[in-house]
Each structure stands twice: as structure tokens, then as C-alpha cells.
């Protein structure tokens, strides 16, 4: 029985500026995915949000990319931008829905997508991350973690059943390639890639003895999509583990140092990725608009429904007081970048900033330019 886990989400909407949905955005979504339930189309569906996303979860027997099940997600945030957030004037109502044009994939149209198809084992954990104020590019440093890096992953030195390693899909996010590459052994060209982290985002990473499907990322960067700033992407991910994939413990111990990541303010500044604990309330953003931030949501997938700790409500994996030290040092790591203002690397180079006003500034001094001298030395 090969089971799918459908992660797909989009921003259309919230209540005091960029910071949280409406409960009555969350409400609607969850019935949309219990009558979806009830109809047969999906096994199980979770809603939720981090930050400004509302994050749909669905385990189903119709494999990636499936129409339907692509529909009933472009449904539902269309529904709550019509019924909820526009009535309400909601900030930002229908933000990242940007087209109407839907035939079957939201892929392109605004909403992230992380899916995984995949046999389901004797006993078969994952983990749904979901960031907000970031870019799909914020997972390639742990996601390299987790599966190359044996100073994070001890299964990849000690487990004989991770020990051939991983296989990674890399895209251009620019010009639209991808390449696959297998670690160890092409772990250097991997980070000659990915450490470029505003171009080329891991999709997928397949277990490289039997290329078992391992994690699965989204990889919309809203902006090449529209030409323009809308907002940015706040990615999501899939990530399988134990008995023969990193163990939770390995897969969290990725964000134990947290990435600086692209977003934060105004989609144009760098932050740490803050691994916040959703049980809490942690999931919200304040401070500059973040600091960015991240929740990782842990199931069993059993006989192709999510099973959490109380029916579907998932672990809270970042919940441990242990997590609180990391956010104390993200803290300091936000104060200390905030304390540089518009001066990089704080802010994003000028080519990867969503709002400028450099060109115009520049124009507006144009005339004032003096051309400098050109000294030739006349030896
Ligand atoms: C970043 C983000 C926010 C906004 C900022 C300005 O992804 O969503 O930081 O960019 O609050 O928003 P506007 O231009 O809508 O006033
Ligand atoms: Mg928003
Ligand atoms: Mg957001």
C-alpha cells in the first residue's frame, strides 16, 4: 500500500498585519478537510498555521501531484479568502493565490507544495516542518545536515543501513534545472550548489542504496513567479525517519544551530531560523516581523492516516525546554544582525531584496554624477 503525505499552504491572509490567521480561516479549512475525509478523497487532514501560512497536511492514496487532491487544497484557501478574509478585510486576503487559473496542480500558482509518496514500513514516523518569514533555500543547510553530515547524523557513520548515504535533487530555481547527487561522494559539489541558497533548493532526497524517498521540499519562490514582490514563501518540508533514515533526534538536531536565513523584515533581511514550539504559541512572528521561524510537527503514518499524540494533533517536536536555550541564542544572534540596520550583511544584497529603493534613488542622483578620472600611468 504506497501512502502520500500532501503538505501544501499558502498566506491568504491575517489578523494585525503579516502575523496570524483568523481561528475562523483555520476552522473552515479543518471542516473542508473532514468533509474530504468523509467523502473518501483523503484519509486524513490536519490544518494549521505558522506565522501568516495556513499549512494543509493530508495523507491519501492518490500519489504526488494528484488533481484532486491539488483541488480540494486551491478549494480551501480560496474559500477562506472569499468567505473569511476579504469579509474581514483581513491583511493581505488572498495574497499568495495568484492566479485563477487552476487546472489540476497548484504548482505555479502561488501555493508551496511538499509531497512523498512512499511504501509505508512495519512502522513509519515523519516530521512536517513549516517556516514562515523565509525561503525555500532555508532548508538546504539542514537538510544537508541531516543527511550528509555525519558531525550531525551519527546513523550515516554507526548504521550500516544509512552508511551508502543519500541522494539529493538540487533545482535552479533561476533557470529551471536539476540535477541529482549522491553523497558522500559528490558532497562537495553538493554544497558548491546549495550553500548558494537564493538559487538552487534540495527537493527531494532519496536513501541512495534503494532510492527510497526520504524528504521532500517545496521549492515556489513566489517572486520568479510573479515578476514581482508578493510576500515570501515560507517553506515546507517532509522528512521520514528512523530504521534506516535519520533518527527524530538527528533530524532535529539540524536546527540546534540555527541557520541565518534570507526574509525576516520586509522579505529582505537575513535572521536566524528560530525553532519555536507551536504548543506554546511560539509560532507567530513579532520582533522586526520574526525573527524567522520554524515548527516541526512529528506523526506515525499507519495504514495511510497520520496518527499523532491525540487523533491527528501531531507531537510538538520543538516543546522540549531544551529547545529554549536555542532560542535564547537565536535571540541574541536577531539582536545582534538588527544591530547593523540597512548595512549588509543584515540586510540582503541589493539583488535578492523584495522591496528597493535603490533604483530610484539612484536615478534621482543620476545627474549629480561626476564621471571619475581615469588615471594611465605614462611609463
Ligand atoms: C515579510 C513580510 C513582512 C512585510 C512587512 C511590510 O515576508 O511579510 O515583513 O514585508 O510587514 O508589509 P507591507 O508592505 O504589506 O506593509
Ligand atoms: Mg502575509
Ligand atoms: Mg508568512
Redesign the pocket.
Known amino acids: 500500500m504506497r501512502t502520500t503525505v500532501s503538505v501544501i499552504k499558502a ?1 491568504v491572509g491575517s489578523v494585525a ?2 502575523h496570524k490567521p483568523h481561528s475562523k480561516m483555520l476552522e473552515a479549512a479543518a471542516a473542508k478537510l473532514k468533509a474530504a475525509e468523509e467523502s473518501g478523497l483523503i484519509n486524513t487532514g490536519y490544518a494549521t498555521h505558522c506565522g ?1 501560512d495556513i499549512i494543509l497536511v493530508m495523507s491519501h492514496f492518490r500519489g504526488e501531484d494528484n488533481p484532486e487532491v491539488h483541488g480540494l487544497a486551491w478549494s480551501i484557501f480560496k474559500d477562506i479568502t472569499e468567505k473569511v478574509a476579504k469579509p474581514l478585510k483581513l ?2 486576503a488572498g495574497q499568495d493565490l495568484l492566479s485563477d487559473a487552476f487546472s489540476g496542480n497548484v504548482k505555479g500558482l502561488g501555493p508551496g507544495v511538499a509531497e512523498l509518496e512512499f511504501e509505508e514500513r512495519r512502522s513509519d514516523p515523519i516530521i512536517v516542518f513549516a517556516a514562515d ?1 523565509t525561503e525555500p533555500g532555508a532548508w538546504n543547510l539542514p537538510l544537508y545536515r541531516i543527511f550528509a553530515s555525519p558531525d550531525n547524523t551519527a546513523g550515516l557513520v554507526i548504521d550500516p543501513t544509512l552508511h551508502d548515504g543519500f541522494k539529493f535533487d538540487v533545482l535552479d530555481l533561476v533557470e529551471s534545472w536539476s540535477v541529482v547527487l549522491k553523497t558522500p561522494e559528490e558532497m562537495y559539489d553538493l554544497i558548491a550548489l546549495i550553500g548558494t541558497v537564493g538559487r538552487y533548493a534540495v527537493s527531494k532526497v532519496y536513501r541512495a542504496s534503494d532510492n527510497e524517498p526520504a524528504a521532500a521540499a517545496s521549492t515556489t519562490r513566489l517572486s520568479l513567479i510573479a515578476g514581482r ?1 508578493v ?2 514563501d ?1 517553506p515546507v518540508m517532509v522528512v521520514r525517519a528512523q530504521a534506516g533514515f535519520p533518527a527524530v533526534g538527528e533530524v532535529l538536531s539540524a536546527f540546534a544551530q540555527p541557520p541565518i536565513v534570507s ?6 533581511h537575513r535572521g536566524p531560523l528560530t525553532p519555536v514550539s507551536f504548543r506554546r504559541g511560539q509560532n507567530v512572528v513579532s520582533y522586526f ?2 525573527p524567522p521561524r520554524v515548527i516541526a510537527m512529528g506523526w506515525q503514518v499507519s495504514n495511510g492516516k497520520l496518527v499523532g499524540v491525540d487523533g491527528v494533533e501531531p507531537s510538538d517536536l520543538f516543546e522540549d525546554p531544551f529547545w529554549d536555550v536555542v532560542r535564547a541564542k537565536a535571540a541574541e544572534i536577531a539582536l545582534t544582525l538588527r544591530s547593523m540596520g540597512e548595512f549588509e550583511p543584515a540586510r540582503l544584497g541589493h539583488e535578492e531584496m ?2 528597493t529603493t535603490l533604483p530610484q534613488i539612484i536615478e534621482r542622483l543620476r545627474p549629480r554624477f561626476k564621471p571619475l578620472e581615469v588615471q594611465v600611468s605614462k611609463k
Not at 263 to 268: C, D, E, N, P, Y
Request: hydrophobic share 10%.
Open positions: 498566506d498585519g503579516h501568516d491583511y493581505g518569514k514582490y510576500g515570501k515560507d526574509g525576516w523584515m520586509r522579505g529582505s516581523d520574526g523584495e522591496y
